[in-house]
């Protein structure tokens, strides 16, 4: 009778079963990505899993700083200064963002519509600054007489 489908032994429907793989050459597997996106795929280099226990995306591990909210005005470019602004720490403060806004909107049990509002408006403002605003220009207040 053979082997059940759902069974790991089962060749038909692994999928990268040669037989069902059409193409006779794949260039992108020669290219090997994976050596260059690596660096996209590690932990934080202040992460320490003996001291701060399993791994967090939304959770800075870098050194404790005061919230953007608690900083003096005459205090602020000392604040900008100790930022990581090299293209990986900003990469991994987009990713921290993104998983906030997904574990406060997204994943929870009741989710509501909020964060369509949210991406709405961006949206809606971007496309007013940049699209709307230089097409208006010809139309400002003018003397004509």
């Not at 909020?114 to 007013?128: D, K, M, R």
Request: with cysteine; aromatic share 20%.
């Amino acid at each position: 009778m053979g082997d059940a489908w759902y069974s790991k032994t089962n060749e038909t429907i692994i999928p990268g079963n040669p037989d069902r793989i059409k193409a006779k050459w794949d260039p992108l597997q020669y290219l090997n990505l994976a050596q260059y996106l690596k660096v996209f795929n590690e932990y934080p280099r202040d992460f320490n899993p003996r001291v701060h226990g399993p791994y967090c995306p939304w959770r800075y591990y870098g050194k404790r700083d005061l919230h953007f909210g608690d900083v003096k005005l005459a205090d602020i470019p000392a604040w900008v200064a100790r930022r990581d602004k090299t293209p990986m720490g900003v990469y991994q403060g987009g990713i921290r963002t993104f998983w906030k806004f997904y574990r406060a909107y997204l994943d929870n049990k009741k989710p509501n519509l909020i964060w369509y509002t949210q991406i709405f408006v961006v949206a809606s403002l971007f496309n007013f600054v940049f699209y709307a605003i230089p097409d208006r220009k010809q139309y400002k207040w003018a003397k004509y007489h």
